[in-house]
């Protein structure tokens, strides 16, 4: 049989992926490794620097523990969790570093515009997608005591990946304390263990306050340990709604257990999961909610491919190293200015005065080109280039390699008084960038633009 072009063509451009897959996560993995590595030796660094302050400058402390809390111990988490936890459903949810986090207790059957439809008709108020200016409201209603109903929530994952929304009831005005639950689709064709069908599953926690967590020793939510309470509170507000949803109980669904969830909090269930059919609510016309509900000041069904909260990290902190760059050479600048002032000493030769402002010119060059780098860098992994955020890593993995390298050798010193803080930023642009949600997000975008280019 003769073959055709195409026939060639398609087996040869799949191999093609498939490599081109494999190099990536290759490249992604030693990044992701090297962060790792990075963040370890700066905490080794900053102990150091902080048994050399002494007690004088105690604050040096809230500096470690905010790079163990957010660098270290997440990454280490990371790396533990994908060794040790099975990649199947068990009935939780993951945190991002892949601890275990919330149990999944309720299972919904209907279309994403039932489920809007049946918890705002409850009372419930959709939360705000996490992102910068989001997060930083919920940080200062915190500190001030101020009402945020749309308060965001962390991601919990499922299936790979993290909720599609979340419903919240805030109670007695506080963002320290609400009722919320986060709903996932489940895979097409996919089934619950023992062939139940849910086309949706959720899990609902009650947050009673805001504390640390045991496990990464970061600021969150802290849960009530019976979860139960919960489940069967978002079970009767939808019931309360009278909309014709139907509720069965699978039970015993799961033994009833005691455990911790992503925070270290204790929880406490009985294993029952609740089956709540909307197919039979009525979706109110576009742009109106049921009477029940309040106006809504955006669109309920969520759009695809949000930009995720380590690429607004990354393109923040490239900006920063931009900044950085340049203060940099404002410095060198300075003083070099101070060496041509020795120079210009009555004993300085012609020779010795031409030199001068050519190495000035040169390191202004030099440090333009290095603002510009990292400013069309951090512009281009904002708008999801994937090749653009392998750049930023590869420089600031060169930069740490140097540094690291002349702390070592004994060259030069890693303090605050010379390069530390750059190291720092240079460490993080790593961790944030390599992470599972910028990498996937970013190789989404490169995967859809190869498939709608002509």
């Given at each position: ?48 620097e ?5 007690w ?10 905010l ?13 533990l969790?994908?060794v ?31 489920i ?7 009372g ?18 915190t ?7 749309e ?17 919240q ?55 009530a ?71 809504p ?53 012609a ?29 281009r992994?904002?708008?999801?280039g ?13 930069s ?8 070592l ?6 303090t ?10 240079d ?28």
């Open positions: 049989m003769t073959k055709t072009r195409s026939d060639l063509i398609g087996p040869a451009s799949g191999l093609s992926e498939d490599r081109r897959g494999r190099i990536a996560r290759i490249v992604d993995g030693w990044f992701f490794a090297f962060g790792t590595a990075a963040a370890a030796f700066l905490a080794y660094v900053l102990l150091t902080a048994f050399a302050r002494g004088a400058q105690a604050w040096f402390i809230l500096v470690i523990y790079v163990i809390a957010y660098l270290i111990l997440p990454r280490l988490h990371t790396v969790s994908r040790y936890l099975p990649d199947y459903f068990i009935g939780r949810t993951r945190t991002r570093e892949g601890i275990l986090g919330d149990p999944v207790n309720l299972g919904l059957r209907g279309r994403e515009e039932q809007h439809t049946a918890m705002l008709s409850a419930w108020t959709l939360a705000d997608d996490l992102g910068l200016r989001a997060n930083l409201r919920i940080v200062t209603s500190l001030t005591r101020r009402s945020y109903p308060a965001p929530v962390s991601s919990l994952y499922l299936f790979g990946r993290p909720q599609a929304f979340c419903y009831q805030e109670v007695d005005g506080s963002p320290g304390k609400r009722h919320h639950v986060r709903f996932w689709p489940t895979p097409e064709g996919w089934l619950l263990p023992g062939g139940y069908q849910a086309d949706w599953l959720a899990a609902g926690t009650y947050d009673r306050s805001v504390g640390i967590s045991v496990f990464t020793l970061q600021v969150t939510h802290r849960i340990d019976d979860v139960d309470d919960e489940r069967d509170h978002i079970v009767a507000s939808i019931e309360a709604a009278d909309l014709g949803a139907s509720t069965s109980v699978i039970d015993n669904f799961s033994t009833g257990y005691h455990s911790r969830n992503g925070g270290g909090d204790a929880i406490v269930t009985d294993g029952d999961l609740p089956i709540i059919d909307l197919s039979a609510v009525a979706v109110p016309a576009v742009g109106t909610l049921p009477p029940a509900g309040a106006p000041t955006r669109s309920l069904v969520r759009a695809g491919d949000p930009r995720p909260l380590d690429i607004i990290a990354g393109v923040v902190l490239l900006t920063v190293a931009a900044l950085s760059s340049v203060l940099s050479g404002v410095i060198v600048v300075t003083d070099w200015s101070r060496f041509s002032a020795e120079v210009s000493a009555p004993a300085a030769t020779d010795d005065l031409a030199f001068v402002p050519w190495v000035i010119g040169a390191i202004l060059a030099l440090f333009a080109l290095l603002t510009l780098s990292y400013l069309v860098l951090a512009w992994v904002h708008r999801g994937n090749l653009a955020r392998l750049v930023a890593m590869t420089l600031s993995s060169a740490i390699a140097t540094l690291a390298a002349t702390y050798g004994g060259a030069g010193g890693l605050l008084q010379t390069n530390l803080i750059g190291f720092a930023v460490c993080s642009i790593i961790l944030a960038l390599s992470g599972t949600e910028a990498r996937d997000w970013a190789r989404g975008r490169q995967r859809r633009t190869r498939r709608t280019t002509p």
